[in-house]
């Protein structure tokens, strides 16, 4: 059973727990005693039934007793009466008094044998020719009405007198004497037969059987009545939210199996999900039962701000949810979020005496456009709100663009993992020159990934995938242990390239991080002075204690450590002075626009004086022109890369750059290349053969 209705607790905005109960409480006599209709008609029934045995009993139980007392009269009126109104007609005088005195004398004895309990006689026109007892409570009379009966020969039956304590039938039978003809001799005689003990016995029976079957119905109803009630009290209770009063999360449910299979793209349904900012502060501050009283008054302001045929969930903590049906577009949904969110931003919320502010995030999506099922929606409003969350805009329609759960996105989580199994990434390498002799000192590996049909994708491909779906470590490690091998072959062959590795967040805060790389320099044969780790701000301020203490270790034993994109993100600089680090890195959204910016370039030279100023080296990337070479060296800069000098290139390519006379194919033309080529040449010249990669040693 379904129902498009909601109305709950009897507020605006809120279902109709027996309606929510239908939808799927499981069980086909649990939906039927739960439900309102049934049980109308079920008591309706039974009453029904009841009235129909009662009156059925009844009614039999009075026919059986008339039909007893009628048998019984017609044989006291063929036995007694009918001797004397025979002789009365065949000697053609009335009834003589020796006649009547029999009479009177065979109705006492029947009196005396409990038969009878009085007798009258009388003619058509009203005459009374006899009656016993002829006077007193007993006395039997009849009416004008009776005699128009009679003479219609009809027979009939009333109550008697009582008889004692008995009660009595008396029976009016209009008779002739045998061989008197019907209209001529016709008298109306009156009977009243007293109800024999047994036949009383008989009617108590009767009586106490229609007692106990109206018990038993009536404890029927009570029961199923109870039962439901009860049963209605669990459901209510297991379908509300106890500190709201609120549609809880197994309400949503239902509803949206009974709402969602009716939207249409021209009439959607909408489900927005609402997560509030600073609750736990709020907790925190004035304590969780004020933030228990708040989450109540802002249940209260969302129930009325809400059609009747919505329903407002909440789900958990400071998280509700709402169901719109029905909608005209899908353009309502939002509007209807960002209605919700004024509201509640503008709404009045006192707790201790204080007014608080309420903000919140809201995610919408729309059935069936972006999903048919409830669990389906409810994931990607999820995502919906914490983008509204993240780019601080209070309400977000979903777009899969930003979803990383999709079905193409976990197709892409598979290929990861047999990427990783079957060696398909690889490290390209992009020179980093120092820029006082414009000498290349080092490099930065870059991952690739060899896709099988796509071909090479660069990182920001895969990259976010892999930390979302904790690839991250292993490949993490990969890519320090190929980087380390490739640097300690260098180092072999006469090329002592030091090898800046980037470092993603969760790697930087895995305690076991300094074990791994020590262990993999150590396994490579090289020199750890050789390995440069590149962390970002980001990265660092996520959890600055662990990360210093993770990095102090990896300084200790000689490893290189600089904060990659500086300048990008929000590091303190009172943390700045403090952390074991080796270099900045100054984030190219600086670096290239300080030639057109005077404040890009103010920055960067702040930085720049920074650094220094600290002990630290100060490296620009994603320099993409001489100029910007030239000037980064006028700010006093120590190191630049970026695609003026070279871009990234597998190993063999960058052997062949740095022996290649002629390295402005990679790098740019005039002297200036010419210069860096010629650095470059005196690293490979002090060996006279190409660097190979070492086996792995670990």
Known sequence: MQTRRFRFNRGRGTADVDSVIMVGSGGRLRRLLLSRTVAVLVVVAVLGGLVWSLHGLSARERQRLVQQAEANAAGIVAATVNSHLHAWVRDGVGLSAEGAADLRRDAHQLRQAGRLGGIGIWRLDGTLLFADPPDGAQAITVSPADLARARAGVAWTTAGARVGEQASLRVFLPTHPDGAPEAAHTWLVAVDIPQDPAEGALTSAALRTQITLATMMLLLIGGLLALRRALLRGERRARTDALTGLANHEALVEACAATLPAATVERPAALLLIDLAEFKTINDTLGHLAGDKLLTQIAATLRGLVRAADLVARLGGDEFAVLLTDLPDAAAAQLRAEQ?????????????????????????????????????????????????????????????????????????????????????????????????????????ALARWQHPSRGLLPPGEFLPLLESSGLIQPFSKWVVRTAARQAAAWREAGMPLKVAVNLSTRSLLSPALPATVLSIVSGADLPPSLLELEITETALMTNPDLAARVLAQLRARGVEVS??????????????????????????????????????????????????????????????????????????????????????????????????????????????????AGTALELIGRSGKRAQLAPDRQ
């Open 563 to 676: 904060i990659d994109d500086f300048g990008a993100g929000y590091t303190s600089l009172a943390f700045l002075r403090v952390l074991p680090i080796t270099a900045l890195k100054i984030d190219r959204s600086l670096v290239s626009g300080m030639l057109e910016n005077a404040c890009d370039r103010a920055v960067t030279e702040a930085v720049v004086d920074l650094g220094h100023r600290l002990g630290l080296r100060v490296i620009a990337e994603g320099v993409e022109t001489e100029q910007l070479l030239d000037a980064l060296a006028d700010l006093g800069c120590d190191r630049a890369q970026g695609y003026a000098i070279a871009r990234p290139m597998p190993p063999a390519e960058l052997e062949r750059w740095l022996n290649d006379e002629n390295a402005s194919e990679w790098s740019g033309t005039g002297s200036t290349a010419r210069q860096r």
């Open 340 to 444: 919700l969110l004024a509201a509640l931003r503008t709404a009045t919320f006192e707790l201790e005496g204080i007014t608080l502010p309420v903000d919140a995030s809201i995610g919408v999506v729309l059935a069936p456009r972006h999903g048919e099922h409830y669990l389906e929606l409810l994931q990607r409003a999820d995502v919906a709100m914490y983008e509204a969350k993240r780019g601080h805009k209070g309400t977000m329609l979903y777009d899969e663009n930003r979803d990383g759960h999709t079905v193409d996105r976990l197709q892409l989580v598979g290929e990861l993992r047999r990427a990783l199994d079957r060696g398909e990434f690889v490290l390209h390498y992009q020179p980093k020159m120092a820029l006082p002799d414009r000498s290349i000192y080092g490099v930065e």
